[in-house]
């Protein structure tokens, strides 16, 4: 049977519907995903099914959602927290940083805190500074989390079941003009590991390394590309962290070439983790400096325009491989 | 108040209605993009509370800001060059609707973030304390600010340091889709100045004239050195959250019901049966203040943009 086409957002939502019915301890928590479905719609039609005990909308208090993720966790349960925008995780820090992904460690391995904050993160909705925020390079930076980043409808569900089940405390990006894009998705169960990248285009002159929408953006760049035989290979993250060298750098010992794409600002973003990677290990292989194109160091201006301009498009990408093919 | 001062406010409260009016036709025609929230059926709140300060007080704002802005004195021209992402505009196109700021009128800033707008009212009153200057902050922010624990630690701090700082919570029934009802275990959010030792004051936030006279008291209150006051303005919003809201949490019946009792029909009243105002005095100011917006949008449209090179100068002090 061909795979169903269903929207990113559906494939979140069926991640939690079957994870629900699969396992009384999952329950979702955050503000307003009950009747009115998630400031994005993700949770829709879930209180139906399962009622205002295990989806359950809370007044504005991040610091109080996260908190009571982390401790309803730690006495059996398995919370999916929504913070309703990625920039409002500043606000539940405390709780995320210094308590989910600290409290296994320091209580000597003896704790456990299986908890997913999901949370809407990027620009490109003319939000402006408060909610267009990319933040993920700050978490992947805490000792204990694990963050990922979609950018298929079928990763989001596969990589939502699989931090769902995780022991860990997660932290899952899910950017904002994903939510209505399509994709196959099979109707029976499956995973998608965290802490696997994936090659979603194979290429041999270069290698774009991204995740989240700059692994969609990479790839409308390799068809261009394509157009004028560069082939390009997109590499496709999905983990940040646990990060899988091992693919990363596999594709860059056969191209010789990286670009690598992501949506935060250039300065001490993700970006310069991955080419510290392949700089370290790859060295020998490089035909030319890795490249980095990330955000412009600046708060998310309203401006659509100006927007724009605040992170990678596809035609940087394109721009950026043939420069460095030149 | 004398009738002058009164048909000042009736001209502050038009002018926001069609601010917001025409911001939505705006954002229907893709003329304003992203996404804003509208004060309509708030108006009395922010035209009565401002009308208590002395032009020198400081305000701070909401996401839902456009009438604060507006009450405390703001240019509606460059908000409206605002909300079309323009240079001209207030914060020469980078903040939008969400992040007004007007530090010249003493209106410190909107906020995105619920309820983080509440230490910044609370540190302004702190500076105003130190700075001896006799000023005053009035402090907006709505019914889902007051459960964020930035509430809590900037009113206990306000009280315990006896600021001058008014809190003024606009307590428009619902925090995005979450009713009032649900998401406080007390009836009046004012309830709550108890447990600050401030006192907490319930208004009926349709009635200009009530709000006017609650927070003049709260004014005087702290600018004697008395410290803040909690008001809790009892008000609802005519339109959903935002401009994706599909007002599924409630009843056609409920919105109806509250728009019987609009604000400005309600001081129209006023001003008609009390005051004796002739009818077409008050439709004189409905025409002046519908002209002052067509302007704006004729001036926001003629705006430029800012270039990427000027919005990188921006991001640091020189």
């Known amino acids: 049977m061909p795979n169903r086409i269903i929207t990113y957002a559906e494939a979140l939502r069926e991640a939690m519907r079957e994870e629900m019915r699969n396992d009384a301890s999952v329950f979702l928590i955050g503000e307003d995903i009950g009747i009115y479905g998630g400031a994005f719609g993700v949770t829709q039609g879930l209180i139906e099914e399962f009622g205002p005990e295990r989806v359950i909308d809370t007044p504005i208090s991040e610091v109080a959602i996260v908190g009571a993720a982390v401790g309803a966790s730690l006495i059996g349960m398995r919370p999916v927290a929504e913070i309703m925008f990625f920039d409002f995780m500043t606000i539940c820090s405390d709780q995320l940083v210094n308590q989910a992904a600290k409290i296994r460690f320091m209580f000597g391995g003896k704790a456990r805190v299986p908890i997913v904050v999901r949370s809407p993160a990027g620009s490109g909705t003319g939000a402006a500074g408060h909610h267009s925020g990319s933040l993920e390079s700050w978490f992947a930076h805490v000792p204990g989390l694990k963050v990922v980043a979609p950018a298929t409808p079928y990763d989001a569900k596969g990589l939502l079941k699989s931090s769902i089940r995780d022991d860990n405390p997660v932290v899952f990006v899910e950017h904002k003009l994903l939510y209505r894009t399509k994709g196959p998705v099979p109707e029976e169960e499956y995973l998608v590991p965290i802490g696997k990248a994936e090659i979603k285009r194979e290429g041999k002159d270069v290698s774009l390394i991204a995740y989240s929408i700059m692994t969609m953006r990479s790839l409308e760049a390799a068809e261009i590309l394509a157009k004028e035989g560069i082939e390009a290979e997109v590499v496709d993250i999905r983990s940040l962290r646990p990060l899988d060298e091992e693919t990363i750098l596999q594709s860059v010992k056969k191209t010789n070439r990286a670009v690598v794409i992501y949506e935060p600002p250039r300065f001490g973003g993700f970006g310069a983790e991955v080419v510290s990677l392949i700089t370290e290990k790859a060295f020998d292989y490089l035909d030319a400096p890795v490249e980095r194109l990330g955000g412009e160091e600046m708060p998310p201006p309203y401006n659509p325009h100006l927007e724009r301009e605040l992170v990678p498009q596809v035609e940087d990408i394109v721009e950026t491989v043939k420069r460095m093919l030149e | ?318």
């Not at chain 2, 035209?47 to 305000?59: F, N």
């Not at chain 2, 509440?118 to 402090?139: H, M, T």
Request: net charge negative; hydrophobic share 40%; charged share 25%.
């Open chain 2, 1 to 318: 108040m004398d009738l002058q001062q009164k048909l000042k406010l009736y001209y502050q409260m038009l002018l926001i209605r069609d601010f917001e009016e025409t911001a939505e036709e705006l954002y229907m025609a893709g003329k304003v993009w992203g996404t804003f929230h509208l004060y309509v059926g708030e108006e009395a709140v922010a035209v009565g509370a401002c009308a208590a300060l002395q032009p020198e007080d400081y305000i701070t704002s909401t996401h839902r800001g456009h009438g604060h802005c507006i009450a405390k004195g703001a240019d509606v021209k460059k908000m409206m060059a605002e909300l079309m992402g323009k240079k001209t505009g207030y914060c020469l196109g980078l903040g939008g609707s969400m992040h007004i700021a007007d530090l010249e009128k003493g209106n410190l800033g909107a906020t995105g973030i619920v309820g983080s707008a509440i230490p910044i009212a609370v540190g302004a009153a702190l500076g105003c304390k130190l700075q001896k200057n006799g000023r005053v902050v009035l402090c907006f922010f709505g019914d889902g600010a007051a459960n964020t624990g930035a509430f809590h630690e900037a009113v206990n701090m306000a009280a315990i340091f006896k600021l001058p700082v008014v809190f003024m919570c606009e307590n428009n029934m619902y925090a995005m889709s979450f009713s009032v009802k649900k998401a406080f275990a007390i009836a009046d959010i004012a309830e709550r100045a108890q447990g600050y030792g401030i006192p907490g004051v319930v208004a009926n936030g349709n009635d200009v004239l009530e709000v006017y006279e609650i927070t003049k008291e709260a004014v005087e209150r702290a600018r004697k050195g008395e410290g803040p006051t909690l008001i809790e303005a009892k008000t609802y919003r005519f339109k959903g959250h935002s401009k994706s809201d599909k007002n599924v949490y409630r009843s056609k019946e409920e919105i109806k019901e509250w728009m019987r009792r609009d604000p400005i029909l309600l001081f129209e009243k006023h001003l008609l049966e009390e005051e004796k105002v002739d009818p077409q005095k008050l439709q004189e100011i409905k025409q002046k203040a519908e002209k002052e917006i067509e302007e704006a949008v004729a001036f926001a449209e003629a705006s430029e943009e800012l270039s990427i090179e000027e919005a990188r100068r921006l991001v640091y002090a020189e």
